[in-house]
């Protein structure tokens, strides 16, 4: 039986970026990013990186929400880093894993 986990994060960025780490250890294969900032009209890069300072995924010049499918595995905390964010507002951020 396949297990579906959705890590939910936010952050509100300060001179167009923001940096939030996961809440859990995550394990398992990464099926969904999903990145939302307050305005559709708001352009960013998205970094996201494991606990060795590794980049596994990586998307510049997102406008508006980022719907990605992957499949991405991943164990441990991961940092979601947004930078150059043409505004200062919030982002919400979901990981959904298939465990």
Do not use: C, W
């Amino acid at each position: 039986m396949t297990t579906i986990h959705t890590e939910k994060i936010s952050g509100t960025a300060l001179s167009g970026a923001i940096s939030v780490n996961t809440v859990a250890s995550l394990q398992g294969i990464t099926r969904e990013i999903i990145i939302s900032p307050a305005t559709p009209t708001t352009i960013y890069d998205v970094d996201i990186t494991n606990d060795t300072s590794l980049t596994v995924f990586k998307s510049t010049s997102v406008t508006g929400d980022l719907i990605e499918e992957t499949a991405l595995p991943m164990q441990g905390v991961y940092t979601v880093a947004i930078t150059s964010s043409t505004a200062d507002e919030l982002f919400t951020m979901a990981l959904v894993l298939e465990e």
